[in-house]
């Protein structure tokens, strides 16, 4: 079953009552929710995820460690451990979550066909883990990788092409973390 998203007020983020497809919200760059959960460890580095080359935005590019849409119904907390359940096969509780802010995104892509208007939930999570303790989701991610700080921060000021453009979202995490 494709996945329903709440449909949001844009200025104040608010549910509307609406409910649709995913597919439709961005199609019709109607604005909903998603969460973005960043994981970072005591070495100081950033779990990065490498998003399949079937993924509608930004295949086959570095991106956040785990994120997704909040499901039509679902509040943001059980959507950002689903998403981190699904994608990269780890349970955590709820009190690892810290948020560390809300971002407004906007963007347009493929050709106008995909329209991004959302309203994200960004968490960090603090955890030790080696890289086999994870399980991808191989629909979606297609490698993860522990990235130095310094190494992240190198990678977003040469605005590699392969890393997923978060500006304003690199910049709150890099700020919270540091």
């Known amino acids: 079953?494709?996945?329903?998203?709440?449909?949001?007020?844009?200025k104040t983020g608010n549910p509307t009552g609406e409910v649709r497809l995913k597919k439709d919200a961005h199609r019709g760059g109607l604005w909903h929710r998603a969460v973005h959960v960043w994981l970072v460890n005591s070495k100081g580095e950033i779990l990065l995820q490498h998003r399949s080359e079937d993924k509608e935005s930004h295949p086959n590019c570095w991106d956040i460690s785990a994120a997704g849409h909040v499901s039509s119904g679902e509040d943001a907390i059980t959507s950002a451990l689903r998403e981190v359940k699904e994608e990269i096969g780890l349970d955590i509780s709820p009190d690892k979550l810290k948020q560390i802010g809300e971002i407004i995104q906007q963007s347009v892509l493929n050709n106008g066909t995909f329209i991004n208007n959302e309203y994200n939930n960004i968490y960090l999570v603090k955890m030790d883990l080696d890289i086999n303790q994870f399980k991808m989701q191989v629909e979606e991610v297609k490698d993860l990788r522990w990235v130095p700080i310094p190494e992240f921060k190198k990678w977003i000021e040469e605005k590699r092409s392969d890393l997923v453009p978060h500006n304003e979202e690199y910049t709150l995490l890099l700020k919270t973390i540091d």
């Open 1 to 10: 079953m494709e996945e329903k998203v709440d449909i949001l007020d844009s």
